[in-house]
Structure formats: C-alpha cells, structure tokens
C-alpha cells in the first residue's frame, strides 16, 4: 500500500505555486474571466500540484513565507500580463472599427471582461481567444508559467534586469500597432465610403445623405470586418511566436 506523506515543506511549496498560477490567471483576465470560480480554484490548484517543489527549511518562516507568497504572485501576474497582450490587437482592432462604423454607441456591459464592450471589439476578441485554444495556446501558456520555475524558483527573488520596462513598453506598443494594422483594410473601405457619400451630398444636396450613410457605413462594416476575420489565423499564429518570445525574453530579465 502506497503511502501518501504531506509535510509542512510540501504544503508550502504547493502554496507558492497555486499563488503564481493565480497571479498569472489574474494578470490575464481573458482567461480567468471566462472561467467560473470553481474552475479557476480547481485549475489553480490541479497545475499547482504538478508544479509544486518542497521547500528548504530556511524557507519556512513566518516572513519568507509571506515573502514568497507576494513574490510568486508578482511573478505570475507579470507573467499574466505578457500573455494577454496578444489579445489587445484584436480589442484594438475591433474598438476602432466599431468607431468608424458608428457602431460604437451600441456598448454594452460585458461580465467576462469587466468592462463595456462594442460589437466587433467582442466579437473579435472571442475569435481570437476560439482560435487561441484552438492552436494551442494554453499549452505555451503553461509551458512558460513551468519555465519560470527554472528561472526563479518558488522560494527565490527574481533579479530583474534594468530593460524590463522597456521591453514591456515595446512589446504592447507593437501588438497597438498590429491592431491598427489588422483593422486597416475595414478602415479603407469606410474611408472610401465617406468620400462617396461627401461627393453625393455635395452634388445632390437636396437628398437625404446622411440618413442613407448610416446603414451604408454599417454594411460596409460588415463586409470589411468579414475580410479581416479570414486574417485571424495569421495573426493569431504571429501572436503566439511573439507571445513565447516576448515570455522567453521576460524570463531572462528576472
């Protein structure tokens, strides 16, 4: 008969690692958002005991505890938050066609991202986050939070380098940029559009332009945010390599 031994070293590691998965889920709300809490708790917990390492005795005072559970939890959000920028471009891209199409005025509440959200922003995030999963996402996700451990380990500090905040810096100014990017050919066509419609108003003045444009500018919309969404295998792709490269340069920091 097998016989299961739990001592205090092993209930603190597990500690620490159940607090750097948390922190890396908090940092990256699209995921923990979407999650109920029970599953939140139960995957914290189920990737906590695979991660969790006994630690040394000089490690289990009451302040080294405290310590390293606060440390974990810096980890794992900076962790967190790493990931999540690859989501940003498609939010950005989706905020700012809502804008132009005129479809920003219909916000509403969204409970998984605790904020108002737009109808291409939304709808754009969850294709990004379908296909997230879809390539395996998760996976490298947990491969860096696994990664980390070799860099700073549970009941160590992390060193961090003096180019931290400038590749965080670069990193999110990039994925900004992607997004503009990704919404750019939508953006053409409505631009197009209103030059029509100014040219119409301007030799047809006593015609209704304005009332025709607004659902004009919505069907365009449409079509425009259809293109952009065959993109999204592209990009999703792209922002995986540059997620793993952007937690890979993030680790070596630390």
Known sequence: ??????????????????????????????????????????????????????????????????????????????????????????????GLLDLSSGLGVSAIFDPQAGRSSTVFERTFDLTAMTMFFILGGPHLLVAGISGSLAVVPLAEAPQFSDGIADLVLDTTARFFVAGIEIAAPALAALFLTEIVFGVAARMLPDANIFLLGLPARVLVAIIGASVVLLTFPTYVTGGLSEMQDTLENLLRMM
């Open 1 to 94: 008969m097998t016989e299961l031994t739990v001592d205090a070293e092993s209930v603190a590691g597990l500690l620490f690692a159940m607090t750097r998965v948390s922190g890396v889920m908090l940092g990256a709300p699209q995921f923990a958002r979407r999650l109920p809490i029970p599953g939140r708790v139960a995957m914290a917990t189920t990737l906590g005991l695979f991660l969790a390492v006994p630690l040394p005795a000089a490690s289990m005072g009451f302040g080294s505890l405290i310590s390293g559970v606060t440390v974990n939890m810096v980890v794992g959000l900076m962790l967190g938050f790493a990931s999540t920028l690859i989501f940003q471009m498609f939010i950005v891209a989706g």
